[in-house]
Each structure stands twice: as structure tokens, then as C-alpha cells.
């Protein structure tokens, strides 16, 4: 298996590792450790280069399977036993992890005022969407619950990262609420994360240590999917 290293160090931009597995029809290395998260959650895959001596060779797609991180590279592909040194792209990760925090927090404020929990979502750098079910929905909300947001995301929160046993977990009411029973039941660790006072969930993705880095937040959207379900979009505010 792949040594993550993204799931206890998010600020981790490279890593030296080594070629432990090669796919030549598909163009992809298996690493015995790695930096680039490989998606999920709603988080894209990161992207970024593999050298190899000299050579620069792009990462264009990263994925996980039972054997671990497999990374898809252009330009060639390193043998079994090759040493390699692995460079995020550090702009567009660290984007992704201001988003991927701001949506956490966007689940906490609006469990605060609703109680509904978040249903799905999805981002890319410098935007999301969340999906609720809020039956009783109100336009003259969106506005107060842009406000809420940027209040809680400006209290510098800070934002921890633990692993507790899946028996744990499945207990855990504000956990199972997030959908934690959605976890493949094969998972036997759960990873959860918590902002401090806000939201707590089980989440694989990356984020940054505090809400301090988020800045502001706008909502942009408020989408009807269906009856009583709401999908908000939500961008970070960098003018």
C-alpha cells in the first residue's frame, strides 16, 4: 500500500519515493509514497510532475485501487526500482483545500440553522456546491446564510485531523450524520475532520489548519433539485 502522506500533512508539496509497480498500457507508476491526493469526497485528484533525475514528467491523473496511489504520467514511464521526487501543483492544491474547508464549513452553519445534513457535493479550485434538504426554504435566507458562513469562517477556527476505529465511528451521531455509513464497510480506520465548534465530519480530503485561510466566501447560487432539496454553490472570494 501507498504511504499517504496528504492525509497527516496537507502542506506537504513533494516527496521522495520510489517506483514500485508499472502499468505500460495505461501509463501509470504505482509509488510507494506520495504527496498528490488521488480524489474523492467530491475533491478533484491533484496534478503536478515526477522527475526522474533531469526529466520532468507531468502527473495528469492520480487514482487509488487495493495495491494503492497509481499516478498517470506524460512523457514516460520509470521503471520498478527507479527513485523519483514528486512536485505538487501547490497553486491549485492549495485552492482546492481554502474550498474543500469553506464547504465543511458551509455543512456546520447550515446544520446550525436547519439541521440538515448535506446530501452530496462536489468542487474545483475556488468553488463548490453542497446539496441539503431544506423543505422550507426561503430566497431571503441566502443572503443571512452568506453572512453566518463568513462570521464562522472569521472566527479562525482551528481545524483538526484524527483516525478513530470504524466501530467508533459508526456510534458516533454527528458523524453518521455526514454520512459516514456511506463508507465502504471494508474501511476500517475512519479519518475525520473537525473544525473546531462548527463541523465534524469523516472526510479523506485535504484542508488547510485553520478557517483563517479560507477568507471570504460568497454564495453564489441557490438551486432547486427537486421537491425540498436545495443545492447551494459557493466560490471564494479573491477580488
Not at 64 to 84: E, K, M, Q, Y
Not at 112 to 118: A, H, L, T, W
Request: glycine fraction near 10%; include cysteine.
Amino acid at each position: 500500500m501507498t504511504n499517504r502522506i496528504f492525509s497527516t500533512d496537507s502542506y506537504a508539496r513533494s516527496m521522495d519515493a520510489v517506483v514500485v509497480g508499472v502499468e505500460p498500457e495505461d501509463g501509470r507508476v504505482l509509488l510507494d509514497q506520495t504527496v498528490f491526493y488521488p480524489g474523492g469526497g467530491g475533491q478533484p485528484h491533484d496534478i503536478g510532475s515526477l522527475w526522474v533525475g533531469d526529466d520532468e514528467l507531468a502527473v495528469v491523473k492520480v487514482a487509488p485501487d487495493s495495491d494503492g496511489v497509481w499516478h498517470w504520467l506524460d512523457g514516460g514511464l520509470p521503471s520498478v526500482g527507479t527513485a523519483v521526487r514528486g512536485e505538487l501543483d501547490w497553486e491549485r492544491r492549495y485552492r482546492l483545500m481554502r474550498t474543500h474547508t469553506s464547504m465543511h464549513a458551509l455543512c456546520g452553519v447550515v446544520w446550525e440553522r436547519f439541521k440538515s445534513p448535506v446530501t452530496g457535493g462536489n468542487m474545483e479550485p475556488g468553488k463548490g456546491r453542497l446539496d441539503f434538504e431544506l423543505p422550507d426554504w426561503d430566497p431571503e435566507e441566502r443572503q443571512p446564510l452568506e453572512d453566518a458562513l463568513n462570521a464562522a469562517i472569521g472566527r479562525r477556527l482551528p481545524i483538526d485531523v484524527s483516525f478513530m476505529p470504524r466501530s467508533e465511528a459508526d456510534k458516533d451521531p454527528s458523524l453518521i450524520r455526514t454520512k459516514v455509513n456511506l463508507i465502504p464497510s471494508s474501511v476500517e480506520e475512519i479519518r475525520v475532520i473537525d473544525i473546531v465548534g462548527l463541523d465534524r465530519q469523516a472526510d479523506g480530503g485535504t484542508h488547510v489548519a485553520s478557517t483563517s485561510e479560507v477568507g471570504g466566501i460568497k454564495i453564489t447560487k441557490i438551486e432547486s433539485k427537486g421537491k425540498g432539496f436545495r443545492r447551494i454553490r459557493l466560490s471564494l472570494d479573491e477580488e
